[in-house]
């Protein structure tokens, strides 16, 4: 990752300069089994029409407030990435009366949640391969009928400042720059020391430390991450042979 580097979109930018075809992101739900394998460049791609759609469609400025209800997700790394892209806040598990824009997964009290929202709300099925809500919930636009159309290359309308707010998780506020400068210093500790580093994370999006171990700190120091979700459903052994067969580094859990 290039030293200039001063949001977590300069580092996605950086990413995708650098190796656009090493997996970024590998997900699993191992309710489901859901698993699916993003690169950076297809990573990078939801991430600018999720972006557009944010910038275009709802019309979202920077400083404006999105907050995310959502699990630890594909999905979600991209509405974080798309957040930063734009110059937004990512209010993670905040409250929706205080936001301008929501997001919500699919679970009923989380659309409870959502609904206290005066603006936009926005729902996502976390169906497998993004798949659409068989009847969208009430009040909300689908994400997964929307984010298609949208454009493939994103260019903010304003640029962004890495010194403005970014990002909260757990009530605490931090920059771009903030969360970038943590994601890097902390790298060593979580065992990420370079490009062919490989995290598997089962923690939860609610913190700074799951959020650092399962997106930024991988995407910071050009490693990748195998983002699990209900990894507490997985035994020993079949953990220890997705470790192998994903070519895992190190585990935080």
Known sequence: MNATDR????????????DPGRPLVTFYDDATGERVELSVATFANWVAKTANLLQDELSVEPGDRVTLLLPAHWQTAVWLLACASVGVVADVGGDASAADVVVSGPEPES????????GPRVALALRPLGGRFPQPPEGFADYAVEVPG???RFVPYAPVDPEEPALIVAGREF??????ERARAEAPD???????????SGLPYDTWEGLNAGLYAPLATGGSVVLCRNLDRVDAGALDKRVESERVTVIAR
Not at 175 to 180: D, P
């Open 190 to 200: 979580l065992g990420l020391t370079g490009p062919g580093s490989r995290i598997l």
């Open 111 to 118: 659309l409870d949640a959502a609904r206290a929202c005066s």
């Open 7 to 18: 949001t977590p979109a300069d580092l996605l930018s950086s990413a995708l300069a650098a």
């Open 175 to 180: 920059s771009g720059a903030e969360v970038v």
């Open 150 to 152: 949208q454009g493939d």
